[in-house]
Structure formats: C-alpha cells, structure tokens
C-alpha cells in the first residue's frame, strides 16, 4: 500500500520511464534498420529518374513528377482496383468464416487439439506450393473444382477458371481464404479464451440465450481482437503478392494484377527503379490511409490498447 | 500448489532454453558466415583464385561433370557452380538484385538470350571483344545465336547451348493415313482436323498462356506469314497485314478450326507436351527436349513420334524461335580473366559435345554437328541443322522484357479469350511496344 | 475483484460444457459435430488430395483423365526428395531461422509491449504508430535497398540476413497482439509482486507472461509460420542451394525435363514439411492450456 504509493512519485517515476524507453529500445533499433531506412531511400528514390538499362541517363531529380505520372497511370488505379476487391471480399470472408470456427473450436470437446492443429495446415502451407495447389485444383482439363461442379450440375462444360478475366479474381480470392482464415481463427480464438467465463453463467442464470450472449457479451468483450485481427489481415491483404503471383501472374490481362505485383514488375522486368520506388511508397500511402481508418473510425479498442 | 508451481518452473526452463537458443543461434551463424569468408580468403592468398559460377538447377549431371573436369585440369581456377531456381524469370529478377547492388559475388553467369541486351545496356555485362576472338566465333558459330549475343556492335555473351522449335507429331497416325508431314498451315490444320481421335483432347497443342512462351509462339506465326514486330528502322510493323493474319491464326486455332481446346490459354511447355506425351494430341509445338522425353519411360507414345520444322505460311520457310542459353561475365566480378578462361572452356568444342551426350543440349558450334560419335548416338541430327540455320532470336533490344509484358502477353491473351477483336488487339499491342520503344530511345 | 477473473476458474468451468434443455442438446449432439466436420473438410480437404498426389506413381500422375488413387501407393517420391539435393540441410536451415525469428521477436516485442501497457511515458501512440507502419511496408519496396545494405555488411548467403527482417516484420502484430494482451490483465498483478520482493522484470516474467500465455504462445505460433513460409527474401538473400530455406528449395524441384514441374516430389516435399509444424502447434497448444491451469495467484 504505502508502497505502491512511493512506486509513481519522483526519482522512481523518473526510473519508469526510463525503463520504458529502454524496454522499447530494441524494436526501435531494429524497426529503424530494417524498415524505416529501405523506406526512406525508397522515398528519396521516387523524387528521381531512374532506369537500370539506361544509366548513361543517370539518375536526375525530378521531384513529384514520379508521383504526378502514378495520379495518371491507369495501371495503377487498375491495381488499386483488383487489390481493394480482394483485400475486402477475402477478409470479410476470413472473418465470418474464423469467427465460426473460434466459436466452434473455444467450445470445450474431445479432440478440440486436433482440430485446433488441422485448423492450421491452410497456413502452415508455402504459399508457393499452395498457390501450385489451387492452380492444379482449378485446372481447366482435369481439376478437382471442374469435376466438382459439373457433378453437382453447376456448369456444363469444365472451364478455365484461372485464365478467364471475370472468374480468376474469384478463384485467388477463394485460394486466399482458404490459406489465411486460420489466421483469424487463431487470432480470435486467443482473445475469446481470456473472457471469463463467470460473465456467461451469470448472464445463463439472468435467462439469456445463446444468441444473446453472443451479441452482448463475446462480441464487445472480443473487440480489442477483432480489431488487432482486422487490422493485421487487411494489412496484409492489400500487401499480397505470393499467391496471384503464382497462381494467376497477375493475369489475364491485367485482371488480377495487384499493387504489389505491379510494382514488382516495374522494378524487376522493367528494371525502372525511379517509377517502381514511387509504387512501393504509393502502396505504403495506401496502406496507412487503411490502417487510420482502422484505428481512427472503429477503433476505440485501440486507442483503449494505448 | 507444488504441481501447477512444477509446471511453471518447467514452462520457464522452457522459455529460458528458448531464450538462449535464440540468442546463440544468430551469434553462431554470424561466426560461422565470417569464418566461411576468411577460409575463401585463405585460399584465394594460397594462390586459387575462386570464381563462381550462376546457372540454373541442371537435372542431368552435365554441369558437374564439366565443372570437375575443370578444376581439376589445373589448380589456379577453382569453380565454385551455385544452382540457381530452374525458372528463367527467377533467375532473372535474381540477378537484377544483386546486380543492382554491384555485389561481385557472381563472377559467370549463364543467360537466357533476352537477358543479353538488357544487361549489356544496363552495364552489368564486361564487353568480351578484347577477351575472345569475334572472327573465331562468327567463323565456327552459328549466326543465330550470335546475333543474339551482340549489342551495340559488341559482343556480351558467348552463346553456351542451343534449343529451337519443332513441330511433333504422331508418325503412326500420319503413316496410316498417308499423310505427309505437314509443312504449311494449311496442312497443319488439315491434318489436325482428319487424324484427332475421339478419344483426344486437341490436334494441335502449344503455349497459350499468358506468358514468354506465348509471344515466342506468336513470334513464330507472325515470321511464317513473312512480317516481324520491329522494321529496320525500328518503327513498330506488327499491325500490319502479316500480324493480323499471324494473330487471327492463333484465334481460329481454337474458335474456328477447333483443333486446339479453349484450355490452352493455361497450358504452358509442361502441359502441352503432356497432353501429347500422353497420346491425346496429334501435334505438338514444342522445344527440341520434348523428343527425348517422348520416347522415355511414361510416355504413352514411345517410337511413334516424328519431328519437322515448323509449319508457315505458303511459300515460306517455317522459322523458330531461338532459345540459346549464353555465357557471360559480370561488369563487378573481381576475377575477369579466369572467369574469360572458364567460359573459353564451356563454349569449347569438347565441352558442347560432353553437353549434348550427357543432356541433350544441341552445341552452337557447327562442329559438333558433324561429329562422328554425335551423329552416331542421335540420328535425327541431319533434321536438326536446318532447324537451327533458320531459327532467330527475338528482337534483341533492353526492353524486350517489358515490350513482351506489357505490349505482347496481355494483348495475346485477350485475343485468344476473345476479350478483344483480332485488329483492336494487334493496335494496342502496336501503341504500347511503340511507347515503351520511344521511352528507351 | 482480480479473484473473479482468475484463469483457473475460468478453465475449470469451460471443461463442463453446460447442457440446459433441448435446443443445447441438440446443438451439441448434432449441429456442432456437424460445422467441425464441415471446418475439418474444409481445411484438411486440399491437404489430403496433397497427400493423395504425393503417393502417386509418376505414370498415373499425368495420365489424362486423371487417376483419383493410386493403387498400391508409391512412397518413392518420400525417398527421392532428400537425394541429390541438400534439402534436409533447407529443412534445418528453416528450422534454425524460425527459432531464432521467433524467439528474438518475442523477446524485443513482449518488453515493447509491456513498457506500452503497463508503463506511463510520452511517446506512446508514436511508438506504436511507428511499429504498425511497419506492418504497411510492402516487402518488394524493401528488398532492393535491404539487398545493398546486407551486400555492405557481406551478410548475404548467412542466416542473419533472414532472421533481421523476420523479427522486424513480426514485431508489429506481437507488439499489438502483447499489448493487447498485457492490457487486459487487472492492474494491480504487478503490485501483489513487488509486495512479494520482486523486480520489476521479474514481476514482468513470473506472472504477466504466463497469464498473457495464449497470446505469447498465439504470436509464437504465427511467427514461426511466417519466417517458416516467407519466400521473397529467402530467395534473394542466399545464394547457394545449401543455404536456401525450405521455400526457395521447393522451388528448387526439377523434373525430368527444363520444363517440368514434378508434382509427385514436390507434394511430398511439402506434406514433410507442413506436418511437423502441425504437431509443432500441437505440443504448444498443451501449454496454452496447461497455462490457464496452472495455479494463479489466489486472493
């Protein structure tokens, strides 16, 4: 008592803060290596000109210019375009589908290890052998997927779900749930296991149903994870390169060309290191103005967190 | 008390061992990766000098045969051969990195033919006049390859293998039915059309997803009609008549003359050999390598296969693509000279002729292919030779890669799905190779 | 009060699933088995045609149409795919980086997050502003510098040049997750701890972190996933096939020609390496629970 009082006064509230600072000293350090510094010289890279096939051009400055073509570039609002229709259809899927599954799995049964454990595989999986996998799966001639639907009556001839303009952002999207709503479940079923349980029987003996508990109780209680959830897999999802990359390249067309790819193309086909800077940061842009709407609008959670 | 008070200590003890390991671990492979570069060092100052040698993962044991053989012929080079991802674009982008960073840790790369141009321009390449004898090459070399191979007017690469186009198909099949083998594309589709099975999946199988194969294969009809992309001045001529006629081919392929499944948009070289390979097709385009792998274990159609240059327009001359894989020396290696020496050793003739015993890989030095023992263990050779004297290399230009991404590929592949007309697509193609030509000037 | 919300309780009363009436029982004996059977399709489906593909003979592999099964399986392809290629060595290399990803990530973040939960200084929401903005980077911006960089500090071809980047982009769900975490445990745990005669670190150690367990052992997993799968830095930053991760070396497989993709390898390079993260996940999970049980502090 007498202690706890001494504990935030003085020379000792000077000793806490130091202690913080120093407690989060290394994640700064090594943020600051690692990210921020490739990040700053990406920034600096995009105010210039700069080809690699061409270095007798050298690298001029050009200021905004780079940003000024990207305001312009069709392939790019194109990009921005494919990449918000699967960073959202794939995470609002993710989060039904791993909400149902944390319920499902934090209910307590035989064999709740086991399913936990398979739960995982989807993302356990290289994403490189997954992205083969699905490819395989939607295969135009003979995949799982054709069969499928042709026994269930669906369609009448197999067809090629990932060379097809209208069905191949479907079939990344449905390869992208498939892989990453473990991670959500994961993320949810951890915070589902710190609400107490006291607060269920309590609400059970008042008389209230299932669905009732669900929306009063798991739901509010759950939000500082949904939050972290949301927030983590939609950072994630607008970033996503392995999977279209492998499954579709980006095709066809250009119909499934996400930011990332687009950007990886311009610094390693086109070899244009000025204008694929200028897309890298352009991408962190995007991802920030998604990450403040996150913390900004449904995110009292998270300023609770602070 | 004690039993939960157990658990935690052992969950610590957990954690503690955890801790250590992770710290040790990254301490150790610090020394371990410092200790690596002092012993390369020691033997470096022992008089070897240590170069190394980038090429992609060789299944057959060519390489390594070659590779020993060389070190052991003399005790100054030692090749140190690093295997690369076996998809040419990895190994692309590869490279870009660390050749972007000027790291001189590559000393001989080999190169797929596209990457020659784009290379030499950005500087990355050690121009190889003062190190090789041109006359000697342009003497006992191929010309395609060659062609390739030089920029600017000078030389960048010395061409290491070759592999061209041919067009399969069932002998059986023809043989019965008394049908010669097709050499126009007329003839092509004819026979596709009369000698497919029921029970087959396509006449004619090739490349047409969106992908490099496809712009080869369009670069194939786009030459048998007689037209190219690039005029000597370099203006864009793809739109014109040849180029419709080329492009339109491609689309009645599969829409109108059905010979070949819409599901071809997703086939690359794997699934159209398969589909042939595995008796469902009466024709194949495909490289060279498939003839082998037609005749060998798991092949539905084993001594059933022939092979002729590809088919083209009337009246013409059927031209491959060449896919020559070459030898070149990084700008930033700090070993010029004995990386000159190794690739003076893998481009000699005994060298080739070891490659194509041990893996198949056809030599770009016409000597070779006059080699008794060669001749002798791959009859068929003599129906090679004219394949490879009219086989050309893509426009050999540093923007080639992004005039095939972002001009050729998606324009292709919107044909072929009938997402544009035939004209609308060639146009497109047309304006956007000639932007991306205008910004590298 | 901190004794209502103690996880011994907690876990005690979620083994007794609670049955009140019909509608519970129903949902027990019938809907719930049905939706896990549905989740267990739904995630293991994919796997086990994986599996299914690994033990195919090479023939039926590209037969067309294609065989469902192989009668009688062929475990070959388990054998080759550790001949002529140093991919146990991948393995190991994968194993060694994840650990150490792991370990260091949860050891920086765990500290930052308990210094943004529980400490009070200035600075907070920029520091864990700072530590989302990594979360946004996009990992092709970074490679290209990051690759200079290392290149400088002749770290290529060596695990360090991994582990770096893998703690970074971990740190920010840990960060957040922990402080999440480490938010919601009542106040005064630390305080009972000092009263005890402990430091604070030790007070940080000895009782935030196991009642945090769930989520450490969460991000734990998630990490070692990550650094596990990650395939665009493992590429580049090494050089040599023997230092290549698992990633990298699974694209390694070659088939019998350029241009193959030997499916029946490498679907069984994959089922080798998924299924010890699987019963990796399931050893820790023992300890999620076991974390819950383990005896608390008691009013």
């Known amino acids: ?306 | ?441 | 009060m901190a004794v209502t919300r103690l996880p011994s309780t907690v876990s005690a009363l979620q083994r007794r699933a609670p049955h009140h009436g019909l509608r519970s029982r129903l949902w027990s004996s019938l809907v719930h088995p049905l939706v896990i059977a549905l989740l267990l399709a739904f995630c293991l489906g994919p796997f086990v045609w994986l599996l299914e593909t690994s033990l195919k003979t090479a023939d039926d592999l590209y037969r067309i149409p294609p065989k469902l099964l192989s009668v009688p399986a062929d475990f070959r392809n388990y054998l080759t795919i550790w001949q002529g290629r140093p991919f146990l060595q991948n393995v190991i290399n994968s194993a060694v980086i994840a650990s150490a990803a792991t370990t260091i990530s949860l050891l920086i973040g765990s500290l930052c997050a308990y210094a943004l939960a529980r400490l009070r200084f200035r600075g907070k929401n920029m520091i864990l502003a700072m530590v989302l903005a990594v979360a946004m980077f996009p990992g092709i911006a970074i490679v290209s510098p990051l690759y200079l960089f290392f290149a400088r500090l002749q770290l290529i071809n060596s695990k360090l040049a991994l582990i770096f980047p893998y703690v970074t982009f971990t740190l920010p769900l840990c960060v957040w997750l922990l402080t999440a975490f480490f938010r919601e445990l009542p106040a005064d745990l630390e305080e009972a701890a000092l009263v005890d005669g402990a430091t604070p670190l030790q007070a940080f150690r000895k009782v935030i972190v196991p009642l945090a367990a769930p989520g450490v052992f969460t991000a734990a997993i998630l990490i070692f996933i990550f650094a596990w799968n990650e395939f665009l830095f493992a590429r580049t930053f090494m050089n040599s096939a023997e230092s290549y991760t698992v990633p990298p070396a699974i694209s390694m497989f070659e088939g019998t020609g350029t241009f193959e993709i030997p499916w029946g390898q490498i679907t069984a390079a994959s089922a080798v390496v998924t299924l010890p993260l699987v019963a990796l996940v399931l050893v820790f999970q023992r300890r999620i629970i076991s974390g819950l049980t383990a005896g608390a502090i008691k009013g």
């Open chain 1, 1 to 306: 008592m007498a202690l706890s009082v001494r504990r935030f006064t003085g020379g000792a509230r000077a000793a806490e803060v130091r202690l913080a600072y120093l407690l989060v000293a290394p994640a700064a350090v090594c943020i600051a290596l690692v990210a921020f510094y490739p990040l700053l010289s990406d920034l600096w890279l995009s105010l210039h000109s700069k080809n690699l096939r061409f270095p007798a051009r050298g690298e001029p400055f050009v200021g905004l210019q780079n940003y000024l073509t990207l305001m312009q570039d069709g392939r790019f609002w194109n990009a921005l375009r494919n990449t918000s229709v699967i960073a959202g259809a794939s995470v609002g899927a993710e989060l039904v589908l791993g909400m149902v599954a944390a319920l499902i799995i934090h209910r307590a049964f035989r064999g709740r290890g086991m399913v936990r454990a398979a739960l995982l595989v989807p993302w356990a999986m290289t994403t490189v052998v997954t992205a083969r996998m699905w490819d395989w799966i939607f295969n135009a001639n003979y995949g799982i997927f054709n069969a499928l639907l042709l026994n269930l009556r669906l369609i009448h001839a197999y067809r090629a779900w990932t060379a097809s303009a209208d069905s191949a952002i479907w079939a990344v999207i449905g390869a992208d749930v498939w892989k990453t709503m473990p991670f959500m479940a994961l993320l949810l079923l951890a915070g589902l296991q710190m609400i107490p349980f006291e607060l269920y029987e309590a609400a059970r003996i008042d008389g209230a149903g299932g669905w009732l508990l669900f929306w009063r109780i798991t739901l509010p209680l759950l939000r500082p994870s949904i939050l972290v959830a949301l927030l983590f897999r939609t950072l994630d999802a607008v970033r996503i390169f392995d999977l279209p990359f492998v499954l579709t390249g980006g095709g066809p067309g250009y119909a499934t060309e996400t930011l990332s790819i687009y950007a990886y193309r311009t610094l390693f086909t086109n070899l244009d290191f000025g204008y694929g800077a200028t897309l890298s940061f352009g991408m962190f842009l995007v991802v920030m103005v998604v990450a403040l709407f996150y913390v900004k609008v449904l995110g009292s959670g998270a300023a609770r967190a602070v």
């Open chain 2, 1 to 441: 008390m004690t039993e939960p008070l157990n658990r935690r200590v052992s969950r610590r003890a957990v954690l503690k061992t955890g801790v250590q390991l992770g710290l040790t671990l990254p301490a150790l492979s610090l020394i371990e990766s410092y200790a690596g570069g002092q012993t390369a060092a020691f033997a470096q100052s022992a008089g070897t000098v240590e170069i190394s040698w980038y090429v992609g993962k060789d299944v057959t044991d060519a390489n390594k045969t070659l590779v020993q053989t060389f070190n052991s012929r003399q005790s100054r080079i030692h090749v140190n051969w690093q295997e690369q991802p076996p998809s040419t674009s990895d190994q692309h982008d590869k490279y870009v990195s660390v050749l972007a960073a000027k790291d001189p840790s590559i000393d001989v790369f080999a190169l797929d033919i596209p990457f020659v141009p784009e290379f030499a321009s950005a500087q990355w390449l050690t121009p190889l006049d003062d190190l090789f004898d041109r006359a000697e090459l342009n003497k006992n070399f191929f010309s395609g390859p060659l062609k390739g191979a030089v920029y600017g007017g000078k030389l960048w690469a010395v061409p290491w293998y070759n592999n061209a186009a041919l067009l399969f198909y069932r002998k059986d099949l023809f043989d019965a039915a008394g049908v010669k083998p097709p050499a126009t594309y007329d003839a092509l589709v004819q026979a596709a059309s009369k000698l497919k099975t029921p029970d087959m999946e396509a006449g004619f199988t090739w490349q047409g997803s969106q992908y490099e194969g496809c712009a080869v294969d369009f670069f194939e009809y786009l030459w048998g009609h007689g037209g190219d992309f690039f005029n000597d001045k370099g203006e864009v001529i793809v739109d014109r008549a040849p180029g419709l006629k080329a492009l339109q081919f491609m689309v009645d392929m599969i829409h109108t003359y059905k010979i070949t499944p819409i599901a071809v948009t997703t086939w690359k070289e794997i699934e159209a050999r398969n589909v042939f390979v595995q008796g469902k097709a009466v024709c194949e385009r495909g490289w060279i390598g498939d003839y082998a792998i037609a005749n060998s274990a798991g092949s539905k159609i084993i001594g059933k296969v022939g092979i002729t240059p590809l088919p083209a327009a009337a009246g013409r001359k059927g031209q491959s693509v060449l896919g020559t894989w070459n030898l070149a020396i990084s700008k930033f290696s700090k070993h010029q000279k004995e990386a000159a020496e190794f690739i003076r050793f893998m481009t000699s003739a005994e060298a080739m002729k070891v490659g194509y015993q041990r893996a198949g890989r056809i030599p770009p030095r016409h000597a070779v292919f006059e080699d008794a023992d060669i001749r002798k263990q791959y009859p068929y050779i003599d129906e090679l030779k004219p394949v490879f004297e009219q086989a050309r290399p893509r426009p050999v230009r540093p923007d080639y890669g992004q005039i095939s991404a972002e001009a050729i590929q998606p324009n292709l592949a919107a044909a072929l799905t009938r997402q544009k007309s035939v004209p609308a697509a060639l146009k497109d193609m047309a304006s956007t190779a000639a932007r991306i030509a205008k910004a590298s000037r």
